[in-house]
């Protein structure tokens, strides 16, 4: 407890109990960790990171704290060594991981005898260090349970809520994200549509596209991830081919890889957009605000 003198007289002051907190920007997250720095009116710790001539990274973390929040999506290898660094760096303290978007989600299980389950070494990973982590739209639920101390958030009403005022019909470009774009398209009331995808290998995929009313219709595909962009390039194919005025492609989580915003482009998509959990050009709807009210609960 805290006091203050005034005169003679001692009064208690109620500690701020985020006083003694830090935010730690992680490399892949510098912009949304200012944000949820802002929104809780915590201070950035300083962090360095630099790479050695041989590749190995350089961690170094300035002004951290007794509690202290990392925000660090995984989007390379190096991301989750600079994390483990971070871990390093902060140790004896408490941490609150905040890995917007959760790399090696996809393989969820062993798909051959002998395969790595990925997300199951990421979350051991983590839980190591961490008291809770957060992430936003993890790939799977299968994922998902892996961890004992994660909260999955949706950024999806997030996207809702952006598209709300247009005059769109949306599209799940498969089954697997069906029931999150039905119940988006509730928020707008917009018509939707979910296609069938068949994934031929990591690299391509076959889509179907049954009884669609889309002629003269601006069309908005919703995902949770772009990694190389064939989904939304093939759906996009079909549904301007079956008249649609024009396509706008929204996702959480925009990995791109492999420059592959330019294949989508080049393949007739009008626009892409994205939240920040990965930070890129086209990341306009911020997730801070949604990561900062869970943290704010943790406090
Ligand atoms: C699949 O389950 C996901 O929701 C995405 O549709 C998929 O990861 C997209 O991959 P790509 O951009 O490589 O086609």
Known sequence: MLFVILGKLKLPVKKNRMNNMKIIPGIASPSLSLKIATALN???????????????????????????????????????????????????????????????????????????????????????????????????????????????????????????????????????????????????????????????????????AKNLDIKGKKVVIVDDIIPTGETIIKAGKILLEKGAENITAVCVHPVLANYSLNDIYRAGIKEVIATDTIERSISKISVADLIANELRKLM
């Open 42 to 208: 915590l201070k950035l710790a300083k962090t360095t990171f630099r790479e050695f001539p041989d590749g190995e990274i350089y961690v170094k973390v300035e002004n951290f704290d007794d509690k202290n929040i990392i925000v660090q999506s995984l989007i390379s290898n190096e991301d989750i060594v600079s994390l483990m660094m971070l871990f390093d760096a902060l140790k004896g303290t408490e941490i609150i991981t905040v890995i917007p978007y959760m790399g090696y989600a996809r393989q969820d299980r062993a798909f051959e005898k002998g395969e790595a389950i990925s997300i199951r070494a990421i979350a051991e990973f983590l839980e190591k260090y961490s008291s809770k982590i957060l992430t936003v739209n993890l790939h799977s639920e299968k994922g998902a349970s892996y961890f004992n101390k994660l909260i999955n958030l949706d950024a999806t009403p997030l996207i809702g809520n952006y598209l709300k005022e247009k005059d769109i019909v949306m599209i799940s470009p498969d089954l697997g994200f069906c029931e999150r774009v039905k119940v988006l398209a509730k928020i707008g009331n917009f018509k939707f549509y979910c296609l069938e995808k068949r994934r031929i290998d990591s690299k391509k995929v076959e889509i179907l």
